[in-house]
T-cell receptor
Framework: GDSVTQMEGPVTLSEEAFLTINCTYT??????LFWYVQYPGEGLQLLLK?????DKGSNKGFEATYRKETTSFHLEKGSVQVSDSAVYFC?????????????FGKGITLSVRP | GAGVSQSPSNKVTEKGKDVELRCDPI?????LYWYRQSLGQGLEFLIY????????KSGLPSDRFSAERTGGSVSTLTIQRTQQEDSAVYLC???????????????FGPGTRLTVL
């Protein structure tokens, strides 16, 4: 079945540091890939997405490129801010049949210190 | 409303009691999902509704769990004879369509935190 593997956390960085959060996936079809973010006390929000190979999703300074050859969708940001402290989830949706349910990774907590 | 709403935001119950969790999707959204977020299992799919089609119940962990969606809008997730392992945050999400167009965004509600004592 489909699965998403994220790097182990938590991650603590200083403000303005470079961020990489690794994500790899296994899917039988051609999935769409997503990063969702959960800020403290808030619900899940879509951060960015990519729907086909070599697509790059970007939002709020974050980027991720859909790499079919390595089955990866790593999240990067050049300079993190304290406000980026949150839990980040990598997910895929494998639109086979009608149910486009999301399969999530376990999430990783990012803490950014001033 | 403007977003997906869920109620209650918190629910504390005793083991063995039944609970009902409610989800109001975004107006006009035809597809609705329930997920569970727990410490041990992460985020798991529970059940999916699309229009008038039969729901996909493949993620429900046991027959104590059921859900319905009335009038193609509001959904209720019911857990009977709750157990301590049911303690989790239950999330609802909706999207506008699943008609073969990849990348539709699922919009999540704030969740209901269920604690079973």
């Amino acid at each position: 079945g489909d699965s998403v593997t994220q790097m182990e956390g938590p991650v603590t960085l200083s403000e303005e540091a470079f961020l990489t959060i690794n994500c790899t996936y296994t899917a039988t079809g051609y999935p769409s890939l997503f990063w969702y973010v959960q800020y403290p006390g808030e619900g899940l929000q879509l951060l960015l997405k990519a729907t086909k190979a070599d697509d790059k999703g970007s939002n709020k300074g974050f980027e991720a490129t859909y790499r079919k050859e390595t089955t990866s969708f790593h999240l990067e940001k050049g300079s993190v801010q304290v406000s980026d402290s949150a839990v980040y989830f990598c997910a895929l949706s494998d639109f086979t049949g009608a149910n486009s349910k999301l399969t999530f990774g376990k999430g990783i907590t990012l803490s950014v210190r001033p | 409303g403007a977003g997906v709403s869920q109620s209650p935001s918190n629910k504390v119950t005793e083991k063995g009691k039944d609970v009902e969790l409610r989800c109001d999707p975004i107006s006009g959204h035809t597809a609705l999902y329930w997920y569970r977020q727990s410490l041990g299992q992460g985020l798991e799919f529970l059940i999916y509704f699309q229009g008038n089609s039969a729901p996909d119940k493949s993620g429900l962990p046991s027959d104590r769990f059921s859900a319905e969606r009335t009038g193609g809008s509001v959904s209720t997730l019911t857990i009977q004879r709750t157990q301590q392992e049911d303690s989790a945050v239950y999330l609802c999400a909706s999207i506008g369509s699943t008609s073969g167009n990849p990348g539709y965004t699922q919009y999540f509600g704030p969740g209901t935190r269920l604690t079973v004592l």
